[in-house]
């Protein structure tokens, strides 16, 4: 008897492709139409960020086309060294964010398993990885520097074919990144257990951005908008500079488009044939064996020696939050979350100290403003970390929901974990403000006492409304933070935000300008406190309704 | 008067216009082991689903140790264990620490022993320092089973309790059901594989298309589908198929 083979199926590339196309288009066209108002929301907002972007680098390119004292050598020395300094960043970012994506697409991915029994030559499946990878990790540095080189072509009123070279340019500029990316961990991969490296370069990924977004903000940008004269101007463009090596892709992309130098453009392209050829290399020689290794790793490879030991007897309360705080400090993605936060309380109180204010009273309407400010970033953090938590028990909800433990207890102990912390973040970062804005300690303590309140509404509307409107199926805290329910509670959060300022600004006045009192101040702080219980209440409450109520599908 | 550990009366359950259980009566006595079986998508999850407060029946009654979900929410799970098909547990805490996160919102009193007990006897004693994220999927069932046994619950519902279990660990679930039979648990075993419902279970209801349509001991079924003699697949088919026709 014959044994057939079917060898139809290793020409079916068509068909794998197909599989990408359809997931993407249901992807991009979902069923339920609320899906649309997170991504309205978020292209609107991207849109208002790039028309931010292009305006600002608009009016640094403006100045330096206008400076009549210096040589056209000159500027354009300070432009090469200044695109130089973006496309330098933009790679380290390409090639950081390569490696955490990578680790996901190449070894971590559900479909490879699935992918990697398909009648298709590996080196398709791997090149599809790539591109996969090359798509998460640069379509945000893409749309970034595709402003950027607009802003600069249209400033200087360049040929139009500068587009199309620029576009090519960034596409050659950022595949090199991702093909270094995708071979180090592959190397890494091979020769280390897969969850360690995530955690490690998760970890090192967000010690690399908290350290970047300080270092750009002490370079201080926004002076380049209103520079004193030329002097300073140059003064700044150097300051921001590194001193940059010229045999680096970012010098050569920044040549190619500032001189249109096409000898450098061939270097870049070969540089960037040379990353793709090392990959397909690494990908040859390490790919099959550390996948495997990545496969192992996830389960148990040996028989641990188990130590027993006594059960130690908590109640209900306790058990709830020790497991939420276990679960929390194992994810390695919310440390790096929490590193940014680190450094975006640094980037904050810098801003206050760069406004540099010498009138009294304007420092102490900036120290009320803080107030908003303050709420605005609290809001930002919550809708991040409070708002998924209850989306995040995930497919585990069917546990909570057949234990003997009430909704409104599960509410209750994640507010009594989140706001302890939240509360000693805003108050840490009203008292540093309003130290560097030298306001009095009455206000002080008046801010601190309002901020109190606030981190109160904020930590309930949060975990109410990420109750009210859960999501189970996804398992990425960011990616919950971006539906339906994080933009509502942004919105409820601003409007909560806006009529806490509008209600205090009458008792602020009399109490800190005016120095007097009177009856009507104490029936606005009233309202201010009714308020701050109604909106840390009510979601709360209904939240833990509608979890009783929710069916298990 | 002895009160049902499980009492269905009349219950439908529909999702818009879909029937997904249609007037269900059934009743499980406490020390009895009950064998649902049906083929896919006969309604089996859901009558689960209803069972353990994970969905509410759209007409009917349905009582566990004689309470209603609306009246006694928190009594009922306090006396009921579950273990579903697919266990989804806490990854990032370990097998230990689960057990032990169980324990603690059960506010058992006493029996600190418990997760000692179960963890050996699911043979999970070596790995129970191990996080669950890299527990095999049969680990995970007997840890699943463990923690559901640990509160020594009145009522035990099973989706599918084989999935994913070696020989050995088979054997033991059947020892168990039989072990919790006789100290008067009632268990309610939802089941592919007739097998085990016929040497396991004493009475075994058949779903299909959302409608119970036989429910006795194995004797009785062999008798109402003029089988004697006969296995539970042969009676099972020949009970399905001819409702098919």
Redo the contacts between chains.
Sequence with gaps: MTIQIHRKGANGFREFLRLYRNTLYHYLFPVRWRVYLPLLFLLSLAAGLLSIEFIGFRKVFQYMNSLQDLTVIIVQFLLQRFLGLIFLISYSMVFMSSIINGLSTFFLSENLSFLHTLPVPRWRILFLKFIETWIISCYLVLLFLACFLASYIHTFNLPFSRYFLCAALLIVFTLSPVALGSAMVTILIRFFPA?RIYQVVTLIGGIFLAALMIAVRMMRPELLLNPKDTDDFVRLIKDMTFPSLNHLPSTWASEVVIGGNYSKGIFLLLFTIGTLVLLAIVQKIFYQRAYIQSQES???RE??????????????I???I??EL??FT??ATQWSQLLLLAALVVVYLINIKNLAIQMESVRWVVSFINLGLAGFVLAALSVRFLFPSVSSE???F??I??????FRTLLWCKYLIYFPPFLLFTQMLVYFSNRILEVPPFFIALSMLNIFAVSFALTGLAIGVGALMPNFRTDHPSKIAVGPGGVLYMLISFAYLAIMLMIQIRPVWFWVIERSDELQNYLYVSAAIILTLIVALVPMELGARQL?KR??L | MTVEAIQFLNVTKKYGEFAAVRDLSLKVSPGEIFGFVGPNGAGKTTTI?MM?????PSSGSLTILGMKYRDD???I??N?G?I?DRP???E??TG??Y?????????M?GN?????HY?SMFDL???????I????HGMKQRLAFSAALLHEPKVLVVDEPMVGLDPKGVRLIKELFRDLARKNVAIFVSTHNLEMAEQVCHNIGIIHEGQLLVCDTIDGLRKQASLPDSRLEDIFLRLTNEEIR
């Design positions: 969850r996830r389960t148990l028989k641990p020696s188990g130590k027993t030991r006594r059960t130690v007897h908590r109640g209900k306790a058990s709830l020790l497991k276990k679960i194992r994810d995930g497919r585990c069917w546990l929901r057949t234990m003997p433990l009430s009783a069916e298990y | 689903r353990t407060g994970l969905a509410t929410n928190l009594q799970k306090q009921l579950y579903p989804y547990l806490y990032k805490l230990r620490e057990l032990e996160f169980i324990y603690g919102i059960y506010s009193n600190t022993e418990g997760v000692d963890l004693v070596p790995w129970s320092g191990e996080l994220e890299s527990y095999s």
